[in-house]
C-alpha cells in the first residue's frame, strides 16, 4: 500500500498584515475568496493518496467566508482519511465566530492554532495585529465551549519594545489558558516586510535579551508540564504535532493552494503565488505548478538532518541508514565527532541530537551538515 502524507492547504486571505509578515497572504482581496475556493476545492480534489494529516494554514483561514469554506468542505469529505487523522486549522482571534468554530467541527478539525503572539495590547498594536488580548481569550474560551480539546498558542519573542518581563507574562498568561501546545518563535525581520523598511526606528531587544527570553521559554514552559519536542515547540503528553513533524521527518507532504509547497518521492515543487494567477492556472491546465525539482540523494541526506536536528530527540541513524543504505559516520563521521568534542551533539543509542547549548547555536552547526 502507497504511504500516507500529510496534505497542507493554503488561504492566503488576511484582513491586515501584520508587520513582520513575510508569508505569501495578501489583505484586501476579499472579492476573490469565492473563485480561490473554487480553485483550491479542485486541486484537493486531485489528491488520491490516503492522508494522514491536515493543516490549513495562511494567511489567516478563519478570515475566509463560510460560503468559500462550505466550497472547500465538499472537496475535503472526499479524500482518503486515515482513521486516527490530525486536522490543524490555523486562525487569528477576532476572525473566529462561533458560526466557524462549529463549522470546522462538523468539518473534522480536531486542533486549533492561534496566533496570539503577546499578551499586551500595546505590543499586538505595534507588531500590526488586528485584535486585543480579551479578543483571543474569547475566541479560545469560545472553541474550548464548542469542544476543541487541542489547541496550539503562537507566541513571539524579541519583538520591539518587549522586555523580559512583558515575554515572562506571555508566558505565564498563556499557560494559564492551559493549552495543550506552544510555539514560541523570535522575531526574524524579512526583507519586504514593514518591520524591515522602518528597521532604523524599532527597538529590538539584544541579543543577550532574547538568549534569555529563549532560555525563559523552556524553564516556564518545563515547569508547567510542557516538554520542548522542538527548537521552537512544546507540548503537553502525546500532543505534539503531528503534521509538523512531518517535514522535520524528511516524509512526504502534499501542498494545495497559492504557494504551497510539496514533497513527494524526493521532488520538491511549488505552486502560483499571485492568487489570480493560481486561479488562472487551476482552470486552464488543472495544475499551478510553476517551480519543480528533483532532489539529489546529497540534498536528501543534507535535509534530513537539518530537519531532523531541530527535533529534541535529534534523528535515527537507522533511519539515515535505511533511506541511504548508508552508515551515517561514514559520511557525517567529521562533523559529528566535532560537536560532540563542543557538548553540542551527543550519540546515544539510536539518535544523535543536540544538546540544549547545541540547540542555541542551531543554525551554525545546522550548515556545518551541507555537503560539499
Given amino acids: 500500500m502507497e504511504e500516507a502524507v500529510a496534505l497542507y492547504i493554503h488561504i492566503p486571505f488576511c484582513k491586515q498584515k501584520c508587520f513582520y509578515c ?9 472579492s476573490l475568496m469565492i473563485d480561490y475556493a473554487k480553485a483550491l476545492s479542485f ?8 492522508v494522514k494529516t491536515i493543516f ?3 494567511g489567516t483561514p478563519t478570515y475566509l467566508s463560510l460560503d468559500g469554506w462550505n466550497i472547500i468542505k465538499k472537496a475535503l469529505d472526499k479524500l482518503n482519511k486515515m482513521e486516527n487523522l490530525e486536522f490543524t486549522i490555523e486562525g487569528n482571534p477576532g476572525s473566529f465566530t462561533e458560526d466557524k468554530l462549529k463549522f470546522f467541527k462538523d468539518m473534522g478539525v480536531n486542533r486549533l492554532s492561534i496566533g496570539v503572539q503577546a499578551m499586551q495590547d500595546d505590543i499586538l498594536r505595534s507588531l500590526g495585529r488586528i485584535h486585543t488580548v480579551e479578543d483571543f481569550k474569547n ?3 469560545m472553541a474550548r465551549n ?4 487541542n489547541i496550539n498558542l503562537d507566541i513571539m519573542f524579541g519583538v520591539p519594545n518587549q522586555s523580559l518581563k512583558d515575554y515572562e507574562n506571555t508566558l505565564k498568561e498563556a499557560v494559564k489558558m492551559n493549552p495543550e501546545h506552544i510555539s514560541c518563535y523570535s522575531l526574524i525581520i524579512e526583507e519586504g516586510t514593514k518591520f524591515c523598511n522602518n528597521l532604523k526606528n524599532l527597538s529590538l531587544p539584544s541579543e543577550e535579551e532574547e538568549r534569555l527570553m529563549y532560555e525563559t521559554t523552556i524553564k516556564i514552559l518545563k515547569n508547567s508540564g510542557y516538554e520542548q519536542y522542538e527548537i521552537s515547540n512544546y507540548s503537553k503528553v502525546n500532543k505534539e504535532c503531528r503534521h509538523n513533524l512531518v517535514y522535520w521527518s524528511l516524509e512526504d507532504y502534499i501542498g494545495c493552494g497559492s504557494s504551497a509547497h510539496s514533497y513527494v518521492k524526493g521532488s520538491r515543487y511549488r505552486n ?19 517551480e519543480e525539482k528533483i532532489n539529489t ?4 541526506m543534507e535535509e534530513f538532518m537539518f530537519l531532523g536536528l531541530r527535533k529534541n530527540k535529534g534523528i535515527s541513524k537507522e533511519d539515515f541508514y535505511r533511506k541511504f543504505k548508508l552508515d551515517i559516520y561514514s559520511v557525517y563521521g567529521n562533523t559529528i565527532e566535532k560537536y560532540k568534542k563542543l557538548n553540542f551533539i551527543v550519540d546515544k543509542g539510536d539518535n544523535i541530537y543536540l544538546t540544549q547549548s547545541g540547540l ?11 555537503l560539499d
Avoid at 362 to 369: A, P, Q, V
Fill in 22 to 30: 513575510d508569508f505569501p497572504s495578501f489583505s484586501g482581496k476579499e
Fill in 43 to 50: 486541486e484537493i480534489s486531485q489528491v488520491k493518496n490516503r
Fill in 56 to 58: 490549513i494554514g495562511g
Fill in 139 to 141: 475566541s479560545f474560551n
Fill in 146 to 149: 464548542i469542544g476543541f480539546d
Fill in 272 to 290: 502560483e503565488i499571485d492568487i489570480n494567477e493560481y486561479i488562472l492556472k487551476i482552470k486552464e491546465k488543472g495544475n499551478a505548478k510553476v
Fill in 297 to 300: 540523494r546529497k540534498n536528501n
Fill in 360 to 370: 542555541q547555536v542551531s543554525n551554525n552547526i545546522m550548515s556545518d551538515f551541507l
